[in-house]
């Protein structure tokens, strides 16, 4: 299995016989020869501790043959002796400094030592000798990721394939290179070959779902995950991304998607049993309400955008507030959080059930997943139930599928409890007014003119994350765009060549010429809002609509087209626009989007009204009122303390 780059390295290489100089050669180079011999035939045989005893003796009788040496090196390092391993290295080395396999095996081991300067150094003596080297090649490669120069990773890989093309270890860490380098167009074909040499390995099937997923194509990611879970059905992980992926696939009902969370969460709670004292042995004390926020996502991206003020309105009279945050590698967003918190974990080492423990000293009354099926899901934490109360909010619009997660946070209306109750494992509690409370990043002004009374053509903007943007979607943007000659499409997230061909097929098909279309590069979250002053109308996507984007529209005066479904992430956008009072901008269900569309785009007195109107909207609205909306968020985590206190909770 290719589970990371470094299992590239773990295999010796097969070693040619050395011709030593005559002046060199000792006496019994042959007999020593002949127990190398019967030592690759004990490495062969599984019998590692008789193989070492033989290389060993071929040493004594032949100290100055290097090939003695290296097989000693070789089965030293197989068994962890890495000290050992070293010395036989060094010996090699000493008798041949240009010996290439000699080189090439005491890199392996640098590099597993993490001694990154001299690997380096020791791979590159390695290719000088023997430039055609692809095993050196791969550990050149491994090195200089290590060092963090992916480019020149790149690079080896590629030639290491040049020499070897059937190499499935190499094709996956080309891909996942690639990848790591958001190259997906390029990850794909490599993960194929990956397949193509070793059909079915569930690495090589994980990344490939990865990589599409990456690219936009949440249908097809699905095909190889969903093969990958069916080799191994405890990987919770790839599981949970099966899950999420299944949320932006187009086609699959609501009680489809709620049976593949139930089961997930049947198989994880049989699997991780509940270790601390139900809820109602553990009553509420006399003290300030604790409240744990757990997540990954704790560094530049949606969810901290809607924490941050929460942490900074939480009433501490009445609220002690302790995060969890298992984030790989902090930023400023991060550092601005731990600030926020009176009490700060890192997580990011901990094993759930060290977690798990830690949540319970802390006395925590009700903890909040901001999580559920991304990816750095952690819902083995909430499996053993370490608080009294347990709420999943913000992270992940459905049902985690866990019985010991009591509630989700949403609101009444993308959540109708007549529709959303009957597929969620969890208690719903709708907040008074929305799930969103939203505060701009950046400050970015509304230029006064719209688009269309400069240009004398609409222009409609898709500002959501390729992944939401589905096939059957792009096609109604296209019909759309077909009944209103002269309008053009900006679409900012659909970085990908794969994707962009896929979209302009769809809108072609719907009678939109490509030069109608254009595509924005990736800009920066200071640039991000600017680029709404260039379109008149915003387009959601379906089924998995916008929520952040439909909100950063908004605020910059541009009015959401969209459609709802019979899933809480369809009804997103629809939930904030029908708050604003906007519910003739919503289609009530993805087939009338098109008429709808056409009908607010054709109405351009009341565009140039909105674009006035639509920010003082928001400001005089319970979208922005920060204040209002965490007495009522701290309201609801009270009224879940004494319910779990009590044990009248699910």
């Not at 000798?129 to 790149?154: I, T, W």
């Not at 060290?354 to 925590?364: T, V």
């Not at 990908?496 to 590069?521: I, T």
């Not at 029908?578 to 009341?606: I, N, Y």
Request: proline letters at 7%; aromatic letters at 6%; charged letters at 20%.
């Amino acid at each position: 299995m290719f589970k990371n780059l470094l299992n590239r390295i773990l295999s010796p290489v097969p070693v040619p016989v050395p011709v030593p100089s005559p002046a060199s050669a000792p006496a019994d180079v042959d007999g020593a020869d002949a127990l190398i011999a019967e030592g690759n035939a004990c490495e062969d045989g599984g019998d590692a501790a008789q193989a070492e005893a033989l290389y060993r003796r071929a040493v004594a009788l032949a100290p100055g043959h290097a090939r003695a040496h290296l097989n000693l090196g070789i089965v030293l390092a197989a068994r962890d002796d890495l000290d050992g391993a070293a010395t036989a290295y060094e010996q090699v080395l000493a008798i041949a400094p240009a010996h290439p396999f000699g080189n090439y095996n005491y890199a392996r081991l640098a590099l597993v030592r993490g001694d990154l300067a001299r690997a380096e150094t020791l791979v590159g003596e390695a290719l000088r000798a023997k430039p055609g080297f692809p095993q050196a090649l791969v550990v050149q490669s491994n090195v200089m990721d290590a060092l963090g120069r992916l480019d020149e990773a790149v690079a080896s890989l590629q030639a290491a394939l040049a020499l070897q093309p059937d190499d499935a270890g190499a094709w996956y860490n080309l891909g996942l290179l690639l990848q790591r380098l958001a190259r997906a167009d390029e990850a794909e074909p490599a993960i194929r070959r990956a397949l193509a040499a070793d059909p079915g390995n569930p690495s090589s099937l994980e990344l490939l779902a990865r990589v599409l997923r990456d690219q936009g194509f949440a249908e097809q990611a699905l095909e190889p995950l969903r093969d990958a879970n069916a080799r191994d059905p405890g990987n919770w992980a790839l599981r949970s991304l099966e899950l999420l992926l299944m949320n932006f696939a187009d086609g699959i009902p609501a009680d489809a998607l709620f049976r593949g969370h139930q089961a997930f969460g049947a198989d994880m709670e049989r699997a991780v049993p509940a270790r601390f004292p139900p809820p109602a042995a553990r009553l509420a004390v006399p003290r300030r309400l604790r409240v744990g926020y757990l997540s990954g996502d704790l560094v530049l991206h949606p969810v901290p955008f809607f924490l941050i003020p929460v942490l900074e309105h939480h009433d501490r009279a009445l609220v002690e507030v302790f995060c969890y945050s298992f984030v790989q590698a902090e930023d400023g967003i991060t550092r601005h959080l731990r600030q926020l918190s009176e009490h700060w974990r890192d997580a990011a080492t901990m094993t759930d059930a060290q977690l798990a423990d830690a949540i319970h000293a802390d006395g925590i009354d009700v903890l909040v997943d901001l999580a559920g099926h991304t990816e750095r899901a952690r819902l083995g934490v909430f499996c053993q139930r370490p608080a009294p109360a347990q709420v999943a909010w913000l992270g992940y619009l459905n049902t985690t599928g866990l019985t010991r997660m009591d509630y989700r946070l949403c609101d009444a209306r993308t959540d109708p409890l007549a529709l959303s109750q009957p597929v969620h494992t969890e208690r719903l509690v709708h907040l008074p007014e929305s799930q969103w409370c939203y505060r701009p990043m950046v400050d970015t002004a509304i230029e006064p003119v719209a688009p269309f009374e400069r240009n004398g053509f609409i222009t409609f903007g898709s500002f959501n994350a390729a992944l939401k943007i589905s096939s059957r979607i792009t096609r109604h943007w296209g019909e759309a765009m077909a009944r209103l000659p002269g309008s053009r499409l900006v679409v900012c997230n659909a970085h990908g060549s794969n994707k962009r061909a896929a979209m302009l097929q769809d809108l072609e098909a719907a009678g939109v010429a490509a030069d109608r279309v254009e595509f924005v590069p990736r800009i920066g979250l200071d640039k991000y809002l600017g680029l709404f002053n260039r379109v008149d109308i915003s387009l959601d996507t379906f089924p998995y609509g916008g929520g952040t984007t439909t909100l950063d529209s908004l605020w910059m005066g541009v009015p959401v087209l969209a459609a709802t479904g019979d899933t809480p992430v369809s009804r997103s956008a629809a939930s904030v626009l029908q708050l604003l009072g906007m519910a003739d901008w919503v289609a009530p269900g993805v087939d009338g989007f098109v008429d709808v569309a056409v009908a607010r785009a054709s109405d351009t007195v009341a565009l140039a009204v909105l674009r006035r109107e639509l920010r003082p909207r928001m400001q005089a609205s319970p979208l922005t009122d920060m204040p209002r909306f965490v007495r009522d968020l701290e309201a609801a985590y009270g009224r879940m303390r004494d319910a779990g206190s009590s044990g009248s909770h699910p």
